[in-house]
């Protein structure tokens, strides 16, 4: 177990660390923030770091989105960032002693600066928690681990799913993750090798602290890539890398517990209980809204089709890996959800806002969750889902449910940003297209 410290009492343990990295994480889940001396990162725990509130209205290429309402015709104003409490950590894949610092905006007032994904996540745990819902939350986390930017993986390497040999081939890289995973007091749990070429995934502990289940799957990403380049490597947690490859998820697996701590998924018998069902109808009525959260690039959308495990319908089913929301039973502490619909390029806390807000609408509503999934069916009969992100950007921008989840500007936030790298996108023709058409056409 990692202790936790303030940045003060970190900084005065480890007097070799000269720079601190502080950083927040933007609406693509993006860290953005700055390089500290030591003696200036001293002070923001009293004194806060300014930096631009339209720091989290970023396009992907990381400029000013316009239409977000928070740099142009702003004067683009500073707020105030401060130190999550025990996030402060050693980067051991720095070159020269180096800490990290995860940092949150306030307004002046004190409260949570709408436009911060993190922010949005604690504003919903705090209605879930309101209602005597407290949920148990972790994360499992796809990437690829490649040569180079240039790599692609050889069609011999694939398909060793689970295999022992292919997780030793690449111990030194892995074996610095766990080590880093543990300085950082990311609770990492398994690794196992996936079904693409040098694909794997690592899988996180539940935690009762759902904002810190977030941040531990950014603190993975940011771990995953740093020891990657460190180790001669490049990680992408991009959905879709190769268009021949499994895809690249984040599932969610999530429980509800009362103030008590004993589970609401379970009844008195062992057995389901209401609630459970009603969470899934919850999940399966806002999917199609909240697709953007889930998928929110352009190459997002490349992971799902049918007959793999990329799921294109709103659907449930009980262990059912290729349904949308994988109903988990067992003992009543076994009993969750697991929601299998977000990509690994994905902002955590956006997706778990999403969750949390379908569940709640399940339980408020008491939503019958309806016939759950026939994996031979292929999805026939099921809710659709929107499976082109242009589609996906018009459900969420025009959603009652997700201005309620996220709040009306930040709904509004998310699909100004996510119009921008569309429309930049747009402008961009791919290779494929010359090779396919500028000869013949």
């Not at 990290?100 to 745990?125: E, H, I, K, N, S």
């Not at 057995?271 to 919850?282: K, N, P």
């Not at 939503?367 to 082109?388: F, K, Q, V």
Request: with cysteine.
């Amino acid at each position: 177990m990692v202790q936790l410290f303030s940045l003060q009492e970190y900084l005065s343990a480890h007097p070799e660390v000269d720079r601190v990295e502080a950083f927040v994480s933007d609406v693509n889940g993006v860290g953005r923030g700055k390089w500290l001396p030591r003696q200036r990162a001293l002070a923001i725990s009293s004194k806060g770091l300014a930096m631009p509130r339209s720091i989290f209205a970023l396009d992907i290429w990381g400029r000013d989105v316009r239409e977000a309402g928070l740099a142009y015709g702003t004067g683009d104003p500073d707020g105030l960032c401060w130190p999550i409490a025990g996030s402060v950590a050693p980067v051991v894949w720095a070159d020269r002693p180096t800490a990290q610092v995860m940092l949150t905006m306030r307004d002046g007032d004190g409260a949570p600066f709408y436009a911060d994904p993190r922010a949005m996540l604690g504003r919903m745990v705090e209605r879930l928690n309101a209602k005597g819902l407290f949920p148990m939350v972790a994360t499992e986390l796809e990437f690829y681990l490649l040569d180079d930017m240039a790599a692609r993986p050889s069609s011999r390497d694939s398909g060793q799913v689970l295999s022992i040999d292919a997780l030793r081939s690449v111990a030194p890289v892995l074996d610095a993750i766990e080590d880093a995973c543990r300085a950082q007091g990311v609770p990492a749990e398994t690794i196992q090798r996936e079904y693409g070429a040098g694909q794997y995934e690592i899988n996180l502990r539940h935690i009762g602290d759902a904002c810190l289940a977030a941040d531990h799957a950014i603190l993975l990403k940011r771990i995953v890539r740093g020891t990657a380049v460190r180790h001669g490597r490049i990680a992408t947690f991009m959905a879709k890398p190769f268009g021949a490859q499994a895809g690249s998820g984040m599932h969610v697996h999530v429980s509800l517990l009362d103030r008590a701590g004993k589970t609401l998924f379970a009844d008195e018998a062992g057995g389901e209980s209401a609630m459970l069902g009603h969470a899934v109808g919850g999940l399966l009525s806002t999917m199609a809204d909240a697709m953007l959260l889930f998928a929110p690039h352009a190459n997002s959308y490349r992971r799902f089709s049918r007959g793999a495990y990329g799921p294109v319908t709103a659907s449930w089913g009980y262990d059912d890996r290729s349904a949308a929301v994988r109903v988990i039973t067992g003992s009543p502490s076994e009993t969750r959800i697991e929601h299998r619909l977000a990509g690994a390029d994905c902002n955590p806390y956006l997706a778990l806002t999403a969750i949390f807000a379908g569940m709640l609408a399940g339980i408020d509503g008491a939503i019958d969750p309806g016939p759950r999934h026939a994996p031979s069916s292929h999805g026939h009969g099921e809710r659709s889902l929107p499976l082109d992100w242009s589609p996906a950007i018009a459900a969420f921008a025009a959603s009652d449910a997700m201005a309620d989840a996220l709040g009306t500007a930040g709904r509004d936030m998310v699909a100004a940003c996510k119009r921008q790298d569309r429309d930049e996108l747009l402008t961009r023709v791919p290779d494929t297209e010359y090779d396919t058409y500028l000869a013949t056409l």
